[in-house]
């Protein structure tokens, strides 16, 4: 039944050791010391002189000889013949006898003879007469010749990474230009869906974000990226593009082009240029990894997904980059957390990419399915094949994507701009997923959110709480249909909701919609159900169905994802009118906006992280004056702002 | 009795507090998104598409309407008419309808009707009829418009740090431009001793390490350092280049000119062209410190030593970069470790440079009491003032100098080429003190180090050790003498130790030297000890004190500090002959080496550490056959390297 199949995959232990075996030879070259840092030094470094060059004084004083200050007090101070004084930087060219002192400056070398340094605040000095109140011992104040590093010394070891620290240790044995490692990586990204960002996005294209992350990974492990820019799925093209990178670098890295479906063609180009090491690892998502060498220089064709294709870098290239440039170990970024949600695994070894949220782990793509989104993702986990199901609180390691910054709440639901100033005012970081308000209430039911953003209106309450003076009542309704409890709702704002328009539209309200062209908001969203809901009185009131009316709208079934999509159509004049909140006319000056109601945009709070330091400074700022003061135009704090309403 | 008073130093909370209220302010520019890693975002980025930016397939397979596929089986496939082909990056045409697919690429969007992928393994294609034998549901395999981030949203902040994910995010929206803080900070360098690396260092001179460190340590912040030279201690040149930094800069970090002997040239200069706000800050080492503002730029001198600076950086400076930056908190790189000796403070907060090796972290200075030696430390710990004594298995928490490697052993005495070769070839790091023998004994003793490399011969050995065929015993009378115990004495090599002399010279032995100026080697070293052992024997031969030989070679008091120095010696003709073992003549070309003796170079270990992984390690390789073959010339391992001699 399976048509096409890839050849064996290789394990994982199999596909490192094949990694491991591949040779990736960095080069040597010479960089200016300010440009060494976070480099690997290519050789030894063996001192030519000493540190410090000569024996100096480590305080402000007097150079003198021990064994004259050994008879003195803070009462009996002797006195000793001043020579002269000796600044740091001078070429001494006195020499210090019994009796005799020599003034002298913090880094001033130590004149002949001397052998202790009194500080100045010890002393005081008279007519060419100083007076010492305080014994000093042999070596006192003096930093000697060599102490630190020795002449003839091997300061640092070839492989080092050079950080601040061994910067200073280079320079203070006078070294200008540092034999660094010079590991040249060539990066190409393969896809004929592929566009350079800043290029214009033709349809059924998407931007190239692999040679970007690529390039930002090998930087970070201290080798040089160099991008071969995105080649066409075209064997001629793609072999040509790996002619050069293999005559320019010390190893190859490609994404895309490497699945079974549109062809193999990076391991075929492998095959017939090179030799193909393994096709494929078998850990998901590794099946479309290919390892191979052409022409001794070593090749690694990634995943095209870009979540695929930075975990596979991170659990395989990067520890070779760090290896070939004599690092010891790989320096991982690890961190310890707790399985926020229960998982279920497929039983295959598997790369899985997760958030972390207050030290808990989800799945990155929160129960979607989908692997790819990388905005979600802080890191990932490992899971064994033998593994079926991680319980919510199993402690895991994730492997960080770099420093990362984590997540302080976890918010889903109707996308508002209130949240942004929620979010700059608290000092909190909010990872927002805009699902609309019905897909909040699901995150939360489904423990994937913190919180959820809602607007759902609903015109015939089930619940104890009364209707707005309008009739319609906000969200309450839904959560008491979904049987939510352990919940509360925490009441958040008021916004002008209602139709967006050309500025020179003749449409003045609900009723002048007949014949027009409307874009609609998507399923689950709060202002398509309050759109809804206003139709559905305008056609009683006219007494026809609302079939009726709405089948007299062109566009009505239409489904805009996001209000940004709704403006630009309104704009482009694509279509007449859309539904939206006031915001969006304040910020497209071409559009005139049409108040249908005010809604409420309340928050939707799992109960068990009420107490959290994080939710706590997030209902904090929600009934603050400033935020009460910044909240964009259109929205508005009222009197049951914060207001919080329990479901048991 | 004090003469020079700085003013009322600034308490360490004040000193915070008047950091913490410096503007430091960075420009914005904008930056080409793979130079954008590792800045900080300075404006919020908002997405003005969808990622993906249409539905697309996840796998390779077959777009279909999921209805069709609800009653097919393994065993009863369902047939579907094959409407074509949609490969990656193509604009799709035509529309699935009832009982119709459309083969599909994994990142081809989904034609219009589709609303599953049925992935290519479980299909079969025959003459335009394409089998399904799994049923999907819909949405299965196909990763929707907007589902990663969504047009209008918010998808970074400003003030993020950007990463290798961030990156990766910001062009799958299509940034190719970043806007990025910029926040350039000048570096000045002061003192008249200082010549810039790469310079030759003239008498009293020390290499500027300054420039370099803070340079480094600003970058790691993410500020842009700017390198304005060493400027001269000389209020006219110094005035002329600040007039320039503050011109060009955001902050501006001095080093030097900033003790009260020197002259408070820095403090003079900011109290003139603008404001001193701190004058000395009430930590050890910050009583050199000056805080001011000139023009609304503000400026810290630092201390001109370069751990002092470093520390002081790393405490107060850093902070306020990450800050300006947009920051939440410094992310100062710290760890847990263990206090490994007792240490004595001064009743006054204290910043103390230390090493870290094992966890056990110990003064950087080995008890030198030196705070000078950037080499040997790791990072720093803060004492309180409260504090005057901490025990030695103290927890203690370390502010790390960046990401420094530590070392896996500490190792003082004779300086020895065997010793580089022993750290190659075990991996293990060494910090190598090169103290002469002496000082290695006196490590172990007072337990600073847990190795030291030893040779120092003995003509009237104590023990019941026998003595070697010429009568000499090495090392187990000084163990003796100095009554060590709890220690273990670990065979090492053999290594010729005799006369440097130049290719022409006539000096043939020990007998020739009279007359001819020496160049010895200093007291505490192993070998100046064989040599007077060795005149006191040709002496003895010659029935004339060892005194009346010696004061017939010129030098022979002298005690240079190292084998490169008594090489340089011979070699330049500043003297006639020098002593140091085979290899020095073996590096040098126009040097003749004379044998006197063959030397035991052993390793006295404190026994306490002799089963760790790190002295095992050091024990396998100083007795492996690689050793043995890599050994330098002139060494030589024997029938008793690696025997252990334990000293109760």
Known sequence: MKRKEFRELASVDEARKIINSLQV???????????????????????????????????DGYAVRAEDTYACSETEPVKLKLLGNIPAGSDVKFTVSREEAAEIATGAP????????????????????????????????????????LKGERVLRRGRKLGTREIGVLASIGKKEVPVLRLPVGIVSTGDELVRPGEMLASGKVYDANSYTLYAGVRECGALPLLYGIVKDDEKVMGKALETAVSECALILTSGSTSSGTGDM??????????????GINIKPGKPVVIGVIKDVPIIGLPGNPTSALMIFNEFVAPLLRKSLGAETGIRKTEAGIMGTDLRSEGRQQLLPVGMVRGQVYPADRGSGAITSLSGADGFIEIPPETEFIEAGTPVEVTLFGEVEKPDLLIAGGFCPGLDVLEDLSGLRFRTLYTGSTGGFSAIAART?????????????????????????????TIESMGLSDVVLVKGYRREAGLLVR????????????????????????????????IEELAGE?????????????????????????????????????????????????????????????FLIRKEILNTPEVKKFLQTLSSTEFASKIPAGLQVYERTGEIIPFE
Chains 1, 2 share one sequence.
């Open 25 to 59: 030879l960095p080069e040597k070259e010479g960089l200016a010391l300010e440009n060494a840092h976070g480099k690997t030094l290519a050789e030894d470094i063996v001192t030519e002189i000493n540190v410090p060059p000569f024996s100096r004084a480590v305080m």
């Open 110 to 149: 130590i004149p002949e003879g001397a052998d202790a340094v009194v500080m100045v605040e010890y002393t005081s000095e008279e007519n060419g007469t100083v007076f010492i109140f305080r014994p000093v011992t042999v070596g006192e104040n003096i930093m000697k010749e060599g102490s630190d590093i």
């Open 266 to 279: 990076m391991y075929r180009l492998i095959d017939e240029t090179g030799e193909t090491l393994a096709h």
């Open 449 to 477: 959110a913190d919180i959820a953003g809602i607007n759902m209106p609903s015109k015939r309450p089930k619940g104890q709480y009364g209707v707005l003076p309008n009739g319609i009542l906000y969200n309450i309704p």
């Open 503 to 534: 500025q020179d539209s003749p449409i003045l309200g609900l009723e002048d919609l007949q014949g027009k062209r409307l874009i609609n908001r998507n399923r689950g969203s709060g202002t398509r159900a309050l759109l809804d809901i206003k």
């Open 542 to 602: 006219r007494r026809i169905s609302k079939k009726e009316f709405t089948d007299s709208i062109p566009g009505y079934a239409s489904g805009a994802k996001s209000e940004v999509a709704v403006c630009e159509a309104v704009l482009s004049g694509k279509t007449d009118a859309g539904v939206g909140i006031r915001d969006c006319a304040e910020k497209n000056n071409g559009l005139r906006f049409i108040k249908l109601a005010e809604e409420d945009y309340d």
